[in-house]
Every structure is written in C-alpha cells, then in structure tokens.
C-alpha cells in the first residue's frame, strides 16, 4: 500500500509518500543540481512553437556542450514517443551520476498521457539498471507546453509510476534497488504539483 504523507507548503523537497521502502518526493532543484544516480528528461522532437531550449533544458545543454541539440539534429535520438538514449559520460557540472533521455515526440501533439508512457519507461530502466534514486524532470514548461494543456499530469505520471513497480514486484521476492524517486517541480504549475501528487497517492494508488 502506498501512503500519503500529510501536506505543507511547497518547498524544498516536498514529501509526497512512499511505497513498499520507496520514497517519492517532490524537488525544486534542476537537473543539474540534484545529486540522484538517474536524472530523467523528457525531450520533444522539436520545442513548442519551435521555440529554441529555454530554462533547465537549456542550461543542460550547455552543460553538456550541445549535445541535446546535437543528438536531434543528426538523428541519433529522433525523440519519438518512447524512444531512450542513456547519457552516462557527464561533466562534473551535472550532480547526476547518468542521464536518460525520453522521447515526448511532438510537442504540439502532446497530451499527458505521453508523459504518463515516458514515466513507466523511467520507472522500467531504473529498476533494470539497479539504480538507487531518481529525478524525473519531464520539463514540460521549458519545452513551451502551458498549464492550460497539463491538467492531470501528475496522476497520470503517478499512476503509471505504480503501474510499472508493482508489475516489476510480482516478479520478485527480494526488496527494490530503488529508495527515491523525486519528481521535478514541474510536472504541471510548480505552485500545485505537490497536493495534485499527494491527491494521485492518496485516491489512486491505494
């Protein structure tokens, strides 16, 4: 059963709940910044509008020297709907010890249910790799998708998140890998995310 930890103002990190000795919570830092084995991004075959990379895409780009764009450009990540590329050679400037990027495919296109996919494969490759922490950073507001589009994101990433874990349990007696999994303040209007996550834990995924 999971269990939904009791809300306060969002700051930093924010508790959400926790599961079967994983630990989920809600962080304002960047990817940069967050010291988990996994950081998770999610990228779109090109930005909103085609507007160029803005905000902590932007600034991970340049930390590693172009190479988000760089990988779209020449096509060695076409960023369809599911597609992963492992980033695991980082500069000391990233906290994280390996980046996965997932394809959200076309940003114009896009619904939450996308993110909701790109969250299960997270979840799948981090228990793959054994990994201890995680830091999902869809960064769906700096690739230019508003908050008028991102209503029920966070039940849905949540719900998905579940899905694949207790999916992966049936199939084993020993414990997880996993202890924490942190969602990006992002994932819909910063200011909410955390109660529309506690209200996911709570009503859902009981």
């Given at each position: ?23 989920f ?36 780009d ?15 990540f ?38 909701g ?6 979840m ?12 999902f ?70």
């Open positions: 059963m999971i269990t939904s930890d009791a809300g306060g103002a969002s700051h930093q990190p924010v508790q959400i709940g926790h599961w079967h000795g994983i630990e919570d809600v962080d304002t830092r960047s990817p940069l910044e967050f010291p988990a084995e996994f950081c998770v991004i999610g990228l779109f075959t090109q930005q909103a509008n085609g507007r160029p990379l803005s905000g902590s895409l932007h600034l991970l340049r930390a590693l020297t172009g190479a988000l764009e760089a990988v779209r450009s020449d096509g060695l076409h960023a369809k709907e599911g597609d992963t590329m492992l980033l695991s050679s980082l500069p000391a400037t990233i906290a994280a010890r390996a980046v996965l990027l997932i394809g959200l495919g076309d940003a114009d296109a896009w619904t939450p249910s996308v993110t996919v790109a969250a299960a494969v997270a799948r490759e981090a228990l793959r790799l054994g990994m201890a922490s995680v830091f950073a869809p960064l769906l507001q700096d690739s230019g998708i508003g908050p008028e589009r991102t209503a029920g994101t966070a039940a849905t990433i949540f719900a998905n998140v579940l899905r694949v874990l207790k999916m992966h349990g049936q199939d084993r007696q020993e414990g997880f890998s996993l202890r924490r999994w942190t969602f990006s303040s992002g994932l819909e209007w910063k200011d909410i995310t955390p109660d529309l996550l506690r209200d996911a834990a709570r009503n859902i995924l009981t």
